[in-house]
């Protein structure tokens, strides 16, 4: 006879299937960001704020002088080094392997940092004070649409997150491009020039058929440093750093990439994604209520974000895919595209940065 569970542990087990795979994952951010959005709109404000923004008492990295900067910095640095992972290997042995598969994610892309930008301009052209902060909506808050786009499990075709993940990678480097450019007082050179050694050095490990994983990882701080104290945001180290992995498979029929992606899958959903968000979702709600996102420059961000992405991403894959230049994702329908368009629209902890 086959013994009934208690109840405790059917709840358990079905608490433990909630939180598994990337549905959990994304469930888990939703919950932390909800539980920031409470935190900075109640008396636990002085408390939440204190926490990641006051200074530590020490730090091994001065640039990193409270927790906020070590979770966006620095923790940030390896979910893109993951993203960047499955990028290259989508890049080399998958759907992005062809030049006509890479175009309609790049374009979506463009469009869908030049529209909402153009939405900004258009909705405080009234303040020109206002008008300097016309990329704050051109940027995709990739942790986050990636956990929503999680929360929809196996009912997406695959090639659906890959094309998301490329978009908002474009889309995030094009914003760190246009913040080292436009926003940053003064980009040091010589870190900078630094930086570009070390990621040839990173080049140089693959181009020599290195598989040590400690050697990338050694190198890949030493880049990430560099461009710490460069003046450009050191998460754009991630990305760098993971296309010089080797996916190739060594003499025991390994691949370095692989494992590095296996490895920092678990430790990016359930530790850093949520950790960044928590930190970055409490956000004070204006006093004024529902009145104080009439103001120009709210309504701008929310626009540009809202309508914004979706006519520029939405827009060019239609535009794309009408006239030849390029063809939409295996098995995508055009509400699934739509739906990537308003994730896509998700920028508010990337415009923080």
């Known amino acids: 006879m086959i013994a009934r569970r208690r109840p405790i542990s059917r709840i358990a087990t079905s608490v433990a299937r909630l939180f598994h795979g990337e549905a959990g994952a994304g469930l888990i951010l939703i919950v932390v960001a909800a539980a920031a959005l409470i935190a900075a709109n109640s008396g636990a404000a002085p408390a939440y704020h204190a926490l990641f923004h006051d200074p530590l008492g020490w730090s091994p990295i001065a640039k990193l002088a409270n927790l906020h900067l070590w979770i966006n910095d620095g923790l940030m640095a390896v979910f893109f080094f993951l993203i960047g992972l499955e990028i290259k290997r989508e890049l080399l042995d998958g759907d992005l392997s062809t030049a006509a598969q890479r175009r309609l994610p790049i374009t979506a892309a463009l469009a869908g940092m030049a529209v909402p930008a153009v939405v900004f301009v258009l909705m405080t052209r009234g303040d020109p004070s206002l ?51 436009v926003y940053t007082a003064q980009v040091k050179l010589g870190w900078l020039l630094a930086g570009a050694g070390f990621l040839g050095l990173l080049a140089a490990l693959n181009r020599f058929g290195v598989t040590r994983g400690w050697a990338y990882a050694l190198v890949a701080f030493a880049l990430w440093y560099a461009v710490l104290h460069s003046g450009v945001h050191a998460t754009v180290a991630g990305v760098l750093a993971a296309l010089c992995v080797p996916l190739k498979l060594d003499r025991q029929g390994d691949s370095l990439l692989l494992r590095m992606e296996h490895a920092l899958a678990p430790l990016s959903a359930y530790f850093v994604v949520p950790l960044f968000g928590f930190a970055n979702a409490g956000v ?70």
Do not use: N, Y
């Not at 649409?145 to 890959?162: E, F, K, T």
């Open 131 to 181: 008008q300097s902060g016309w990329a704050v909506p051109a940027a995709t808050d990739i942790a986050f649409a990636v956990g929503v786009l999680g929360l929809l499990g196996q009912r997406l075709p695959p090639s659906l997150r890959l094309f998301l993940l490329t978009v908002a990678i474009v889309d995030d480097l094009g914003a760190v491009a246009i913040i080292a450019l």
């Open 284 to 353: 004070a709600l204006p006093a004024s209520g529902v009145t104080g996102f009439a103001a120009a420059l709210p309504l701008g961000i929310a626009l540009g974000l809202f309508l914004g992405k979706q006519l520029g991403i939405l827009g060019a894959i239609l535009l794309a895919e009408r006239t030849g230049f390029a063809t939409r994702p295996a098995g995508a329908s055009t509400p699934h595209l739509w739906g990537v368009a308003l994730l896509c629209g998700i920028g508010f902890t990337m415009s923080l940065f």
